[in-house]
């Protein structure tokens, strides 16, 4: 019998007595044969839960959740304070037309100058073309939307991003994109774009509806049991802005992982190096903005899933406050830790896509009664005072507790540029109770995720998932209910813990994971991979964004010393997009000279 625990109230914790302890996680890396022997020993009635019961135990689990005393009473999904109106903002409707949010969006972002974006006299060594250089592009009549189709459709086709074994799409269509092409090219020729997303490319994610096509989560039989009738909510409101999709992008299969490997379809890698992850789970959207053939993408992020491949591939990516977009439409729509958000190249794209997806579900107005979404005015004279005014909260021996401290460095190195640029202030912060978050975090969406699957996986489905999906499987259903109370219980208060801190600072700054892209064992692309190492490293900074719904950005700041991309993350108050998109903008114009081309990237706007 383990010794019972008794937690001091929230309230009553005293900062001086919290000791920073690192994380390590007993658990065995396990690849090809071995993994698939694993994954049937541990579906073993009696024997599996007697191993996975131990794993528990050796990892702190069933100290915290069974024999722990926990004060506070269960949270069951975020519940916010009010907060303060943000600074130099343009509110939006959420009710209102998407095409409006955009051009409104428009309006904030800073004056386009086409001479300078287009004479390559004043650009850095390497940029990614903005939805702004296609939309002039467009108007300007040097490209159709449906040349830039055919373009992407050649790429597709002829490097085989539709198939194994290292596909970017999981659903692909070439006749729809170019019917949809040929729709946008024509309101061009008639002056009418909808919007300034008519005619930009995006893939959408496999967990996110977008008709006709199929709806996997990167599975070889979801769509069996669940037919897509319409688009998902934000997909739609894509759509009404003009948007193009070219299909469906891969993904680490039902988003339980975070390498982005998938044994169904072939693994996605990365475009800054091929023998190397993309981190996940939303492997293909961030690959493909990566590689520059998509403006933008649109992912979901339950435990870093949009923040963690943006990071690793050394691009922009949103996860929005928990409640922020409608998640109608998506296979984790009921969960408590999940939304949808964009991936770009730019932070300005972000800004332009967000404004586009953004509005809560009539549901979520009503429980979790959302500040009026804004956006930040980057064109005004005020954006300079205001970023100055800024005070950035640093837990440094969390921050310093990566792979490799080329992270560290390279991202230590940004908050200086930022004081010296900006007069941003760097507090020194400390966030308690991080292994208890990692806890709490784990049995939510664990249970959340079975309860979603559980029906299909007792109709015969079970055996079809993946091996890691599998493992994570046999761990969850050894979660109890008075475990996910335990976990309701820790989640309120480690959002009590947050909101203090954010009485004394705007915006939390960590590296965005733990180490860069992991090397692809060769054992783990038939069978998939169990590195729950690895995943510690990803998700090291990742969590409080999803347990407690904040919203987060991770934006490229540098390379480490094999040129791997490193990101700087940003955690804001509770529906704060538009100050840390702020920040992140900042961040982005600081960093742009030393942004290097992937080794894999398309060049669709060739102008030499």
Same mark, same amino acid.
């Given at each position: ?117 287009? *004479? ?74 909808? *919007? ?22 990167? *599975? ?107 998640? @109608?439409?998506? =296979? ?114 664990? *249970?959340?995720?079975?309860?979603? =699957? ?121 529906? @704060? ?32």
């Amino acid at each position: 019998m383990g010794k019972k625990r008794v937690m001091v109230p929230a309230k009553e914790l005293e900062l001086s007595t919290v000791k920073y302890e690192k994380e390590t996680i007993q658990a065995p890396h396990l690849t090809g044969s071995i993994l698939k022997l694993f994954v049937r020993i541990i579906e073993i009635p009696i024997i599996g839960s007697l191993i996975i019961s131990f794993m528990k135990k050796e990892n702190n689990m069933v100290e915290m959740l069974q024999n722990t005393e926990i004060p506070e009473k269960p949270m069951f999904k975020p519940e916010f304070p009010p907060q303060e109106a943000e600074p130099s903002v343009v509110i939006v409707d959420e009710e209102g037309e998407p095409t409006d949010r955009v051009q409104s969006a428009l309006k904030c972002l800073p004056h386009y100058d086409p001479a300078s974006c287009w *004479s390559g006299d004043t650009l850095p060594s390497f940029r990614y073309w903005k939805i702004r250089d296609f939309a002039y592009a467009y108007r300007s009549k040097l490209v159709t939307p449906s040349k830039i189709a055919e373009q992407i459709i050649t790429l597709v086709e002829g490097c085989k991003y539709h198939k194994a074994p290292t596909p970017l799409l999981i659903s692909f269509d070439a006749e729809d994109i170019r019917k949809q092409a040929a729709a946008s090219t024509q309101r061009f020729k008639e002056g009418n774009p909808l *919007s300034i997303l008519d005619g930009i490319f995006m893939a959408i994610k496999d967990d996110i509806d977008c008709y006709p096509h199929p709806t996997k989560g990167a *599975s070889t039989w979801m769509h069996e049991v669940r037919s897509v009738e319409k688009d998902a909510v934000s997909v739609s409101r894509l759509r009404s802005c003009g948007v193009i999709f070219i299909g469906k992008a891969n993904m680490h299969e039902f988003g339980m992982g975070t390498t982005g490997n998938n044994p169904n379809y072939g693994t996605t890698r990365n475009p800054y190096a091929h023998e190397r992850y993309t981190g996940g789970s939303s492997s293909g959207p961030a690959a493909i903005v990566a590689s520059g053939l998509c403006s933008a993408a649109l992912g979901t992020d339950g435990g870093g899933s949009i923040r963690i491949p943006s990071s690793l591939c050394g691009v922009v990516g949103l996860k929005t406050t928990y409640g922020r977009t409608n998640m @109608g439409g998506s =296979l984790c729509g009921s969960g408590t830790v999940e939304i949808a958000g964009p991936i770009a190249s730019t932070v300005e794209d972000v800004i332009l896509v967000y404004a586009a997806i953004l509005g809560s579900s009539p549901e979520d107005r009503i429980s979790l009664k959302p500040s009026p979404p804004c956006l930040p005015i980057l064109s005004s004279l005020e954006n300079v005072n205001i970023l100055g005014s800024l005070q950035l909260g640093k837990y440094t021996e969390w921050f310093n507790d990566v792979h490799s401290t080329d992270i560290s460095d390279v991202c230590e190195d940004v908050l200086n540029l930022l004081s010296k640029s900006h007069g941003c202030k760097t507090i020194e912060i400390v966030i308690p109770e991080l292994h208890e978050m990692r806890i709490a975090h784990l049995v939510s969406i664990g *249970s959340e995720s079975l309860c979603s =699957l559980n029906p299909d996986i007792e109709d015969g489905k079970g055996v079809k998932l993946n091996c890691d999906t599998r493992t994570c499987m046999a761990l969850f259903r050894t979660f109890t209910a008075s475990d996910y109370v335990a976990a309701q219980c820790l989640r309120r208060r480690i959002m009590h813990h947050h909101m203090e801190i954010f009485k004394k600072v705007d915006v939390i700054v960590t590296p965005t994971t733990g180490m860069t892209a992991p090397k692809i064992p060769p054992g783990a692309l038939e069978n998939g991979e169990s590195n729950m190492q690895v995943s510690g490293y990803l998700m090291r900074f990742i969590l409080a964004a999803n347990l407690l719904g904040l919203p987060a950005i991770t934006v490229p700041v540098g390379y480490d010393k094999q040129g791997l991309p490193i990101g700087l993350q940003l955690i804001g108050r509770p529906w @704060g997009e538009a100050t840390i998109l702020r920040l992140a903008s900042a961040i982005e114009e600081l960093c742009a000279e030393s942004r290097r081309k992937p080794a894999s990237f398309h060049d669709l706007l060739k102008t030499k």
